[in-house]
């Protein structure tokens, strides 16, 4: 399974951004992939996930951002917006067969990370 997260960058704090999450090696859709950030001196910790239709996201994020995936182009997508400088990090997506989804040393596979920097 390959990964690649895309869609970082630097925006003004309550400005959105979208992120994207490519897969591919394997059958898309028997995998739930889950978004993860990690700040610098902080742990890596859950944002969101979504297997089928519908997601998760954490309650720091939730109302915030929605994550959503396209089956069709193995995409899946963390969409954000209200961001705040507190939401400043390295966003990775990463993918599990089973297991518990708010775990990271749960995910199999992971993508590269992109940066995700809100200025105030």
């Known amino acids: 399974v390959q990964l690649q997260a895309s869609g970082g960058g630097l925006v003004e704090a309550g400005g959105s951004l979208r992120l994207s999450c490519r897969f591919s090696?394997?059958?898309?859709?028997?995998?739930?992939i889950g978004w993860f950030r990690q700040a610098p001196g902080k742990e890596r910790e859950f944002v969101g996930s979504?297997?089928?239709?519908?997601?998760r996201t954490a309650d720091s994020v939730k109302g915030r951002f929605t994550i959503s995936r396209e089956n069709t182009k193995n995409m899946v997508y963390l969409q954000m917006n209200s961001l705040k400088p507190e939401d400043t990090a390295v966003y990775y997506c990463?993918?599990?067969?089973?297991?518990?989804?708010?775990?990271?040393?749960?995910?199999?596979?992971w993508g590269q990370g992109t940066q995700v920097t809100v200025s105030s």
């Open positions: 979504i297997r089928w239709s519908g997601g």
């Open positions: 990463a993918a599990q067969y089973r297991g518990s989804v708010y775990r990271s040393g749960e995910y199999e596979y």
């Open positions: 090696g394997r059958t898309f859709t028997n995998y739930e």
